[in-house]
């Protein structure tokens, strides 16, 4: 009994941790006024709605080639579940 106790303690106390990323693509403006969002899509074909302030915004003009650092989640694009990434740094990459 004890040993379940501290178990359970033990779980409860433990936090995921955020599932940052980090990746590298090419970042353009998609969709139609007011709806338009940056999308991301790397050199695998995978692409990210990318989530940011205006401050982190500003910091690069469109199309950029970026590495970006964030946190995955899925939401809604367009009516469907699409992969996005919540923007904590980016990085012009210049090419």
């Known amino acids: 009994m004890a040993l379940m106790l501290l178990l359970?303690?033990?779980c409860s106390g433990a936090r995921p941790m955020p599932n940052e990323i980090v990746v590298e693509g090419m970042v353009?403006?998609?969709?139609?006024?007011?709806?338009?969002v940056q999308l991301l899509e790397t050199d695998q074909q995978n692409a990210y709605?990318?989530?940011?302030?205006?401050?982190i915004r500003n910091q690069y003009v469109n199309?950029?080639?970026?590495?970006?650092?964030g946190v995955v989640y899925v939401a809604d694009?367009?009516?469907?579940?699409?992969?996005?990434?919540?923007?904590?740094r980016l990085e012009s990459l210049g090419d």
Do not use: I, K, Q, Y
């Open 77 to 88: 694009w367009a009516g469907r579940p699409f992969t996005h990434l919540r923007v904590t």
């Open 8 to 10: 359970l303690a033990g």
């Open 63 to 69: 199309p950029a080639r970026l590495r970006v650092s």
């Open 49 to 55: 709605v990318l989530v940011m302030d205006e401050a």
């Open 28 to 36: 353009t403006a998609r969709g139609n006024a007011p709806f338009v």
